[in-house]
């Protein structure tokens, strides 16, 4: 970076800081650039967000971490705690989200709107821990906060169908798809609340749809997969999986299915290549043996 050169090591931090504090969009400095400004002035919290933000977006999620837990020994205002939670609950670090998630709601400025990854956050992880009530406390406090958020409304659709409420739970899906046709996530849950009421055909409409937005949703593939061989839909299940295979999608499930589907449906051929693929990665693969060994013998 030209200033780190000409300027005093100072002055760098002091026009970082103002280029972070006043820019409208992503500042122009690189992960180096930030790098070195932290070498300089290790203490600088505005930094280290900073970076911390830009290290998860691109998937550095544990480099994140680490840099939060730093921040945090100095700076334990609402955005750290935030941050470091969002981290924390991707890392599946549950029980230290949950504890810095708390802490955040009691130093929050008043109606921040980053409380709303706060209460859906908590939300998610009270789910989790089977306390369906406090879950959706939380996240109706994330709708008064965001009412148009579709993740939210199938967060909600989620909670209905644990409880087994299918009526309530194909709403909520709706309503997800209302304010975004494209959310996959909602057109599974819709296809399960159908499914639960008797609307095989319906539902299976709805993992195609879920299918066309994201063909790399294992989710709506391994419902896909159960179902097919109830409702004799073998082959598109085939075709389903074979899609998610030449997308770069990975499962040793569904390359198994895969395998198993095309030799049920006698198209040896791309099971036995498939079968080699699926053995190439995992060759303890118990199952991927068996059904070689049961090919071999009946060649």
Known sequence: MEILRHTSSDQVVRETKKEIKTSTSQPSLDLQ??????????NDSLIALELARRLRNLGRVEESYRILINVLKIDSRFATLNALA?????????????AHLQQAVLVAPEYAPELFDVFKTLGNIFTRKGDLDSAEDSYNKAHRLNPTSDTLYVNLGTLSVQRKRWDEAVERFRHALSLNPANDKAWVGLALGHR???????AWGNIE?????????EVALGLALDWSTQNGREFRALELIRIFLIAGGWSERLSLAFVWLSFLLVETSRARLELERLLAVNPQNIQALNMLHEMRSLA
Request: proline share 5%; aromatic share 10%; charged share 30%.
């Open 33 to 42: 650039d930030m790098f070195q400004i932290l070498q300089i002035d290790p």
């Open 209 to 217: 749809a879920a299918l066309e937005y994201n063909p790399l949703n």
């Open 196 to 202: 639960m009421k008797g609307d095989v055909e319906l």
């Open 86 to 98: 969002q981290v924390e609950y991707q890392l599946d670090r549950t029980d230290d989200a949950f």
